[in-house]
């Protein structure tokens, strides 16, 4: 039996405020399946570290719809691998 690998999520850094996508650090977009990290520097401070902890963050989002896991507690922060990312909303 063939096993069908999942596709991973692309990534875009972009400038929330001119993409029009409000002031948080990072997003998730399932219709797209693309990470997004915000780069306005005015929202918040970034370095390697914050943007990391925004794509593990986001990440976690991707692998639970992946997996199937319940919408509403993915949307909601309630799986426990949240407190596994340095970040959190």
């Not at 692309?10 to 693309?34: D, H, I, K």
């Not at 943007?51 to 909601?76: M, P, Q, R, T």
Request: with cysteine; net charge negative.
């Amino acid at each position: 039996m063939e096993m069908e690998t999942p596709t991973g999520p692309t990534v875009a850094f972009l400038n929330f405020s001119e993409n029009g996508m409000g002031g948080s650090a990072g997003t998730y977009s399932l219709g797209t399946q693309r990470l997004y990290v915000n780069t306005n520097e005015e929202i918040r401070v970034r370095d390697c570290k914050s943007d990391e902890g925004v794509l593990k963050h986001e990440y976690v989002h991707h692998l639970l719809w992946a997996s199937g896991a319940a919408f509403e507690n993915n949307i909601n922060h309630r799986s426990a691998f949240f407190g596994w990312c340095v970040w959190r909303h």
